[in-house]
């Protein structure tokens, strides 16, 4: 069963597949999924991520809302995968 995360006093949060780039070094990229879109931002600009800490700051490129965390999931897989960096490439990356 897929699961969501509520949130009492609004309903229903969206769960967030994301794409940033890092903006002194333009090549790399990373895709990761999240709940607090803004706060984890901040993450990977503050170092707390080892996978980006290397390379900020970073800037979001692409984000998409789903309702589950396994929807989310399946897409930052996706993605990753041979086809998803195709995929990407094409539509997101210049």
């Known amino acids: 069963m897929a ?3 509520w ?3 609004y309903g229903w949060q969206a769960m967030f597949t994301y794409m940033i780039e890092s ?3 333009p090549g790399q990229r990373y895709i ?3 709940a607090d879109l803004r706060q984890r931002l901040v993450d990977h600009n503050a170092r707390k991520c080892p996978h980006t800490s290397k390379f900020v700051p ?3 490129k692409l984000y998409v809302a ?3 965390v396994e929807q989310a999931q399946h897409f930052e897989q996706y993605l990753k995968s041979g086809s998803g960096h195709v ?3 094409r539509h997101f990356w210049p």
Do not use: D, N, Q
């Open 7 to 9: 949130i009492p006093s």
């Open 87 to 89: 995929f990407a490439k």
């Open 58 to 60: 970073w800037k979001i």
């Open 32 to 34: 990761g999924h999240t």
């Open 23 to 25: 903006l002194s070094h």
């Open 3 to 5: 699961s969501r995360h």
């Open 66 to 68: 789903f309702e589950t």
